[in-house]
């Protein structure tokens, strides 16, 4: 995550220091509201760990992690131009898909598996952007993002995740408004802090799973400029 953090400033600081070379690029061109489908590819990981359990001993757990899936979505958005070659994007994406994290104790005694289940992503962006030439331009991305969260297994529901996503791509459109939107990035959830529902001789585990879930992703989106 540092280390995208690190590209995205230094193609900020890249987008300010050239600005003045992109002399025949028109922000007018890509400004206004849009609406796009989206394609990604997505993969997701996890730091997971069970602490505790009826011995009230440390346990490892194993993750799911590292899985890709192909994911569908769809975006609506507006580009505001602050300039000839400047642009703020302003939007929100959503996407129909769902991430499996499924932990199994090394407890040989226990009874269910742990799985949880994150889907319906909701993003809501803003994307400081540079015109390139008059129909392309690049942009970051700073989101916050939201996820639904389901859980099985004797553990209590840690909730609804939110966390922080940042991304960079490019943007190109046609003179009849259609346009082709590619980006890569990573959102970062916070943990998934979940407690064991179970109990051991008539006494409540003290069993804690904790998970920090991580998503990355390339992205496609088609869509039209109204």
Known sequence: MNKLRTMLCAACTLMLANINSYALADSGNLAGPYIALQASSVGMGAMATQQGGADDVNENTTVNAGRTGIVA?????????????LLLDVGVSYIDGAAVLKTQSTDLAAVDDVKVVISDFVTYYIAPTVMLTDTSALYVKIAYSEADVNVSGDISNPGDLDGDTYAIGMRTVLPS???????????????????GKGTAGGIPTTTSYHADPKIAFGAISLGFRF
Not at 73 to 85: F, R
Not at 177 to 194: C, H, K, P, W
């Open 73 to 85: 979505g769809a975006e609506v958005g507006y580009a505001v131009p602050l300039g000839e070659h």
């Open 177 to 195: 408004g259609l346009f082709v939107r590619a980006e890569a990035g990573m959102t970062d959830y916070q943990n998934v802090i979940s407690t």
